[in-house]
């Protein structure tokens, strides 16, 4: 009896660890509405987009699925390549949660088959 509890105990341990490797770090909320200011304020639509939507080689789309959050600030505070740099003097962490809610905001694309015309043949 006492055995099967421990048992299931360690079982209970094992699999609240295994769902939190599992699960990326949840995004921080963030204001829409701030963000779609920011993204035009300070830069972002140029290279990206209005909508994060990407500009070809200019810059890379961004919406409606961006990169996991923590990969989406590393982005800004240390950019792989050609982008610019924003420290957190000229961009703090908020202000990049307010432009990642912006992101995840934009509309997702329809699957084929919702759309009546795709889906006919
Ligand atoms: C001058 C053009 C330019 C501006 C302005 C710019 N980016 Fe970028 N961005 C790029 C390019 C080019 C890349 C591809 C990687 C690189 O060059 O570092 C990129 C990559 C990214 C990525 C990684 C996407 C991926 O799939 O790899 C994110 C996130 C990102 N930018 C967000 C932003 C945000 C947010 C802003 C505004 C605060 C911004 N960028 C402003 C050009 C720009």
Not at 58 to 82: H, N, S
Not at 105 to 120: E, F, G, T, V
């Amino acid at each position: 009896m006492q055995r099967s509890i421990i048992l299931s105990a360690a079982l209970a341990v094992l699999s609240l660890t295994g769902t939190a490797q599992a699960q990326p770090a949840a995004a921080p909320a963030g204001n829409v509405a701030h963000g779609k200011t920011l993204f035009t304020s300070t830069g972002c639509y140029q290279c990206h987009g209005y909508q994060g939507q990407g500009l070809g080689t200019t810059g890379p789309k961004l919406a409606p699925t961006p990169m996991p959050y923590e990969a989406f600030i590393r982005q800004l505070r240390k950019p792989r390549d050609a982008m610019p740099l924003y420290t957190s003097k000229v961009m703090s962490d908020g202000d990049v949660q307010d432009i990642y809610a912006y992101m995840l905001s934009m509309p997702k694309a329809k699957a084929a088959a919702d759309i009546p015309l795709l889906s006919r043949f």
